[in-house]
């Protein structure tokens, strides 16, 4: 295992001194203008601009499940991976344009109290206990222990060490408050994609010059025509990634769910644009929307580099081990083989993003706590002081939670990326339909919201142990049903999974809500209109060019 030069650790340091630096001056000039409301703290009212909007929502959601996890499945799978960061930017440009407006004309903060303000306290109180748990036992502690993996893996320190360092980093981080978050991360976002941009460039050039040549196109060239099978966004039923990204499901089926339920459902990741106005925060999502097409640029080519590499037996006995063991190890790995310098601008990047996830998941556990449970059901007469302080309490609490139990989870034996999806993917589709449904059918009962909370998590659980009990094998011919290589059981696609107990929790919605209506029970609608939905010309003009390079990416690498 090699570790940092004094030169890498000194372009880490700069990258430190910078955050560290421009947060207090954020954190200070805040102060100075006597800004100290709980809104202020969780959601930086009024203060992001665009730009920050949208970095914050990249720097926020990638982090060490993009850099190491889907890293490895690019090694494992190729270029399919890249669906869950290309479907997200049309996803992105949908949230700006259906969900966003509803959200800000109802004055909707968090999640929870979108469901109160639709539904009723007792859905809203559910989901918040649920989304803490979720986000503090899957999000945080995945992204602590595989952030920790990655550093340990290049900078040689001590697991324990590493782990600790990025949860106090990240806790003073958010201790500043959102907006402190939201315009730190704009540096976080320089330094993540550069860096990501320059690791990618040397892994490719060193795929060419182990071919006799140089250059990053050459590389790619060799890349794709030796290694072809890792460039397919569609995957036929034979790959043995199917179970992963089944065929077109991933443009016609769950990966909507995926997708939708996360940039338009989700607190970690809304609570950036809901604190600005409607073409603000519109604007900032629109960019994020443009940075999530760059990304599988510097987290999945850099693993089909690995696979390559691996494949022409470029790597030492031992790295080499250490992919073949767990495919998650190949990022590390590969930011091993860079020079002094580079690889501590590439240990930076990865630093920034675990950083500024860590601190936007810990900033949204906090908000759902304070706003939604603690203010509500514990001290409804607390002052703003007292709600900033509980916020920064569960903040420091919820960190130290990450750090005790992500080493007993089982993190490192599922692959990261497939670990939060796994978990997050068994209440998604019920939570898609009951938001999907709270924002534009009217009718939609509370009765109905509380049986797709609990009532798709458990048809969710069926489909995953059907296999078990029933013969599944002629789902295959229709391409619902593929044989898993570990368990030998014909099991349904992951994403298949989601899009069927979608369907049903839409269908048991409707009867439901249509029955409740039947007996005079009343729901509380949101204020929706049409003239909420319009765009601006430049926002149109946007959108469509993000559809464009859709259409092109995936006939290209169909």
């Known amino acids: ?4 030069a004094i030169g890498d650790w000194v372009v880490f340091l700069i990258y430190f001194v910078i ?20 809104k202020d703290y969780f959601l930086a009212e009024g203060s992001l601009t665009w730009w920050a909007i949208g970095a914050s929502l990249i720097a926020s959601n990638i982090s060490a499940e993009q850099f190491v996890a889907m890293s490895g499945n690019g090694f494992t799978m190729g270029l399919a991976i890249s669906t869950y960061e290309w479907m997200a930017a049309l996803t992105l440009v949908i949230v700006a344009v259906f969900f966003i407006p509803v959200y800000l004309k109802n004055k909707i903060f968090t999640m929870p109290q979108f469901l109160h303000q639709r539904y009723n306290s007792t859905v809203a109180m559910i989901m918040a206990v649920f989304w803490l748990l979720l986000y503090v036992i899957v999000n945080l502690t995945s992204i ?4 920790a993996i990655a550093i340990h893996g290049i900078s040689g320190i001590n697991f324990g060490v590493c782990i600790g360092l990025l949860a106090v980093v990240s806790i003073i981080i958010t201790l500043g408050g959102m907006k402190v978050i ?9 330094f993540l994609i550069l860096g990501g941009l320059v690791t990618t460039y040397i892994a490719v050039n060193q795929v060419a010059e182990h071919y006799g040549q140089s250059g990053l196109m050459s590389g ?24 992963d990204l089944p065929g077109l499901t991933v443009l016609l089926g769950g990966m909507w769910i995926v997708n939708l339920n996360y940039w338009g459902c989700n607190q970690y990741i809304t609570q950036r644009a809901l604190g600005a106005d409607l073409k603000t925060a519109r604007g900032g999502i629109l960019f994020a929307a443009f940075l999530k097409l760059l990304m599988p640029v510097i987290v999945v080519l850099p693993g089909i580099a690995a696979y390559v590499l691996f494949k022409e037996q470029v790597f030492d006995p031992q790295s080499a081990a250490s992919v073949g063991e767990n495919a998650d190890n ?16 590439a240990f930076a990047a990865l630093t920034a993003a675990v950083v500024a996830s860590l601190a936007g998941k810990a900033n949204s556990i906090a908000t759902i706590f304070t706003l939604d449970i603690y203010k509500k059901k514990i001290n409804p007469e607390a002052s703003e002081k007292n709600l900033v302080t509980v916020g920064k309490a569960t903040v420091v609490i919820a960190m130290a939670l990450g750090v005790i139990i992500s080493p007993f989870l089982g993190i490192d034996k599922k692959g990261g990326f497939q670990f939060i999806q796994e978990y997050t993917g068994f209440v998604s589709p019920g939570i898609f339909a009951m938001f999907f449904l709270g924002f534009f059918w009217k009718k939609a009962s509370s009765n109905a919201a509380l049986f797709a909370t609990i009532g798709g998590f458990g048809i969710s659980v069926f489909f995953k142990f059907l296999p078990k009990f029933a013969d599944l094998s002629g789902l295959y011919n229709i391409g619902f049903a593929y044989k898993n290589a570990q368990s030998g059981l014909w099991e349904i696609p992951f994403l298949d999974r989601m899009g069927i107990t979608f369907v049903l929790c839409m269908i048991a919605m409707i009867v439901i809500s249509l029955i409740d209506a039947s007996r005079g029970k009343k729901t509380n609608g949101l204020e929706v209109d049409s003239s909420m939905f319009k765009t601006t010309g430049g926002f149109a003009a946007g959108a469509l060019i993000i559809i464009g390079i859709l259409v092109a990416l995936y006939t290209v690498f169909y």
């Open 1 to 4: 295992m090699k570790e940092l």
């Open 19 to 38: 955050v560290a630096a421009y947060g207090l001056w954020v954190y200070n000039r805040k102060k100075v203008v006597g800004v100290s409301s709980s």
């Open 144 to 147: 602590l222990y595989l952030g």
């Open 182 to 190: 939201g315009f730190t991360d704009v540096i976080q976002v320089f």
């Open 220 to 243: 790619l060239k060799l890349m794709h025509d030796n290694y072809n099978d890792h460039f397919h966004m569609i995957l036929d039923r034979d790959n043995k990634s199917y179970g």
């Open 330 to 345: 190949a990022y590390p790995v590969l930011l091993n083989l860079l020079p002094s310098g580079i690889k501590g601008l």
